[in-house]
């Protein structure tokens, strides 16, 4: 697990659990981040390792051992980085783009399934990646090119059981999600959040790789500074 901290003099801290596959380097992660810290906060990102064989021991408790250590800080979490947040401890407002809480019903992860049982964490799996139109329509090639190319049987079982014992989502937290996703399980985010603290977006899984980016910063932001009474009085739908 690799962590960076953005903006040293930032007031006030935020914990960034990117998704799995991005990187700092990336260029739309880095207008986030860097969104970010304009609004004055000190970014503590963390880059998920892209394989793993424990999902506590690789990715939940090298985050939960960091955050012990503030005093006070606000989440943001995309995607798997989401599956780590929602049992972490201690933060003030939760914000989650995209959470990967779910799977899709697809033949590919129907096929996943079957993998998982292999008793082995070598990453032999072919991953097809995720073109421009699953990504967002911002998604760069350096992007693209950059994406993890193989899983591994541990990984697909040790996300899914994560995935099968999700804690209860707090009450306050607020999600941002297309209805296009392909790559998350929209049931899995209804059955966990009231619709009135889900804002749609129209775009790909990532909200900061789609062109519409620029119209929700500002309610992300708020999100992180208020809570779920930031979006409360936005129409359910929001496209």
Same mark, same amino acid.
């Given at each position: 697990?690799?962590?960076?901290?953005?903006?040293?003099?930032?007031?006030?801290?935020?914990?960034?659990?990117?998704?799995?596959? *991005?990187?700092?380097?990336?260029? *739309?992660?880095?207008?986030?981040?860097?969104?970010?810290?304009?609004?004055?906060?000190?970014?503590?990102?963390?880059?998920?390792? #892209?394989?793993?064989?424990?999902?506590?021991?690789?990715?939940?408790?090298?985050?939960?051992?960091? &955050?012990?250590?503030?005093?006070?800080?606000?989440?943001?979490?995309?995607?798997?980085? +989401?599956?780590? +947040?929602?049992?972490?401890?201690?933060?003030?407002?939760?914000?989650?783009?995209?959470?990967?809480?779910?799977?899709?019903?697809?033949?590919?992860?129907?096929?996943?399934?079957?993998?998982?049982?292999?008793?082995?964490?070598?990453?032999?799996?072919?991953?097809?990646?995720?073109?421009?139109?699953?990504?967002?329509?911002? +998604? #760069?090639?350096?992007?693209?090119?950059?994406?993890?190319?193989?899983?591994?049987?541990?990984?697909?079982?040790?996300? #899914?059981? +994560?995935?099968?014992?999700?804690?209860?989502?707090?009450?306050?937290?607020?999600?941002?999600?297309?209805?296009?996703?392909?790559?998350?399980?929209?049931?899995?985010?209804?059955?966990?959040?009231?619709?009135?603290?889900? &804002?749609?977006?129209?775009?790909?899984?990532?909200?900061?790789?789609?062109?519409?980016?620029?119209?929700?910063?500002?309610?992300?932001?708020?999100?992180?500074?208020?809570?779920?009474?930031?979006?409360?009085?936005?129409?359910?739908?929001?496209?």
């Amino acid at each position: 697990m690799r962590h960076r901290i953005f903006n040293e003099d930032g007031g006030e801290e935020l914990v960034f659990l990117m998704g799995w596959g *991005n990187r700092w380097t990336h260029e *739309n992660v880095s207008w986030l981040i860097g969104k970010c810290a304009n609004a004055g906060y000190r970014v503590h990102a963390f880059e998920l390792p #892209t394989n793993i064989e424990d999902f506590k021991a690789d990715w939940l408790e090298p985050v939960a051992e960091y &955050v012990v250590e503030l005093e006070d800080y606000q989440l943001l979490a995309h995607s798997a980085g +989401a599956l780590i +947040a929602q049992a972490l401890d201690g933060a003030e407002n939760h914000v989650y783009l995209s959470p990967w809480w779910g799977r899709p019903n697809t033949p590919l992860n129907a096929v996943g399934s079957l993998l998982a049982e292999l008793p082995t964490d070598f990453p032999f799996v072919p991953f097809p990646g995720f073109d421009e139109d699953a990504l967002g329509d911002l +998604a #760069t090639d350096h992007q693209l090119a950059t994406q993890p190319q193989w899983i591994s049987p541990a990984f697909i079982r040790e996300t #899914t059981h +994560a995935q099968e014992e999700l804690l209860t989502i707090d009450h306050d937290a607020v999600v941002f999600c297309s209805l296009r996703d392909p790559v998350v399980s929209l049931q899995a985010i209804g059955e966990r959040v009231p619709s009135k603290h889900v &804002v749609l977006y129209d775009g790909g899984h990532e909200l900061f790789s789609s062109s519409v980016r620029e119209r929700y910063i500002d309610a992300v932001l708020s999100a992180l500074e208020n809570g779920a009474v930031a979006v409360e009085d936005r129409p359910t739908v929001t496209v």
